[in-house]
């Protein structure tokens, strides 16, 4: 089992000696998780109304939609962070969208 809090102190100190700036955010922000935002919705627009009967065909139909996305979509979705960060530091931690 890892010691959590060790390695919290640890990165922590790390942080420190390099004068990172902590930025406080809501415990799980969808709102900053790039899964949450940018791939989940176009994923569940895709999958819409199929049917699948084996999970076989399901991971086929994801692996298949995952291969063709193109890299730009990935790059759109972290780029995005940005912004996301910023608007998260102008409201304090709060949620970006309400």
């Known amino acids: 089992m890892f010691p959590s809090h060790g390695v919290a102190n640890l990165t922590q100190q790390w942080l420190q000696r390099y004068g990172w700036e902590i930025l406080p ?7 900053l998780a790039p899964s ?5 919705g176009p994923l569940k627009r895709h999958l819409g109304g199929m049917a699948f009967e084996t999970e076989d065909g399901l ?4 692996r298949n939609w995952f ?3 193109d890299v730009d ?5 972290i780029n995005s962070l940005l912004s996301r960060w910023q608007k998260c ?5 709060d949620y970006v969208e309400k």
Do not use: K, T, W, Y
């Not at 979509?73 to 979705?77: D, H, I, K, L, T």
């Open 36 to 40: 949450d935002f940018h791939l989940f």
């Open 59 to 62: 991971i086929s139909e994801l």
């Open 73 to 77: 979509f990935f790059r759109v979705g």
């Open 67 to 69: 291969d063709n996305l």
């Open 89 to 93: 530091i102008d409201l304090h931690g």
């Open 25 to 31: 955010h809501p415990a799980h922000s969808p709102d």
